[in-house]
T-cell receptor, first 111, second 118 residues
Framework: GENVEQHPSTLSVQEGDSAVIKCTYS??????FPWYKQELGKRPQLIID?????GEKKDQRIAVTLNKTAKHFSLHITETQPEDSAVYFC??????????FGKGTRLHILP | GAVVSQHPSWVICKSGTSVKIECRSL??????MFWYRQFPKQSLMLMAT?????????EQGVEKDKFLINHASLTLSTLTVTSAHPEDSSFYIC??????????????FGEGSRLTVL
């Protein structure tokens, strides 16, 4: 089955700087890659997703890139703000319709 | 976006009792729902895929007789933790995709249910 690795597990960046989180996946048949943000005690919320026919997608300060050959994808957050502090999960979905999550990255935005 | 509602949001029970958690899709029909478990500061671990009108598909290592899943309608799936023990204490969260199974659709999550077994 699919296996998703996510790095780093913890990331601290100065407010206003950029944050990058990287993930790799194992199943070459996976073709949907969402990113979720989870605040303490709350449900995960989709922040951006990318499908395998696209290499890059951007939504304001958030962008995701996908390299299918290397089987890795990344989340980029620019001009970070205090409200960006949360846990971020990457995920991959393939032939069996399941969405498998990475272990998460705890992002701290420093004042 | 689509709304998934989960109930109860938290529950405390005694060891050996059973607890039922409900997951409802409020404004769409979900032929497939997914149940995840999340331990503190850890990732979402897929437990099982709930299929309307048929048996659930469990992930490796998840006991189907302990975690009973029923998906009797297109808007309701239930997870029953039977003979709960303290190690079953966790955050259980359901999710669903809109419409028929399609592996490129957004997953919508319920609020989650925090189970504490004394």
């Amino acid at each position: 089955g699919e296996n998703v690795e996510q790095h780093p597990s913890t990331l601290s960046v100065q407010e206003g700087d950029s944050a990058v989180i990287k993930c790799t996946y194992s199943d070459s048949a996976s073709n949907y890659f969402p990113w979720y943000k989870q605040e303490l005690g709350k449900r995960p919320q989709l922040i951006i997703d990318i499908r395998s026919n696209v290499g890059e997608k951007k939504d304001q300060r958030i962008a995701v890139t996908l390299n299918k050959t290397a089987k890795h994808f990344s989340l980029h957050i620019t001009e970070t703000q205090p409200e960006d502090s949360a846990v971020y999960f990457c995920a991959a979905s393939g032939r069996d319709d399941k969405i498998i999550f990475g272990k998460g990255t705890r992002l701290h935005i420093l004042p | 976006g689509a709304v998934v509602s989960q109930h109860p949001s938290w529950v405390i029970c005694k060891s050996g009792t059973s607890v039922k958690i409900e997951c409802r899709s409020l404004d769409f029909q979900a032929t497939t729902m997914f149940w995840y478990r999340q331990f503190p500061k850890q990732s979402l671990m897929l437990m099982a895929t709930s299929n309307e009108g048929s048996k659930a598909t469990y992930e490796q290592g998840v006991e189907k007789d302990k975690f009973l899943i029923n998906h009797a309608s297109l808007t309701l799936s239930t997870l029953t933790v039977t003979s709960a023990h303290p190690e079953d204490s966790s955050f259980y969260i359901c999710s669903a995709r809109v419409g028929r199974a399609t592996n490129t659709g957004e997953l919508f999550f319920g609020e989650g249910s925090r189970l504490t077994v004394l």
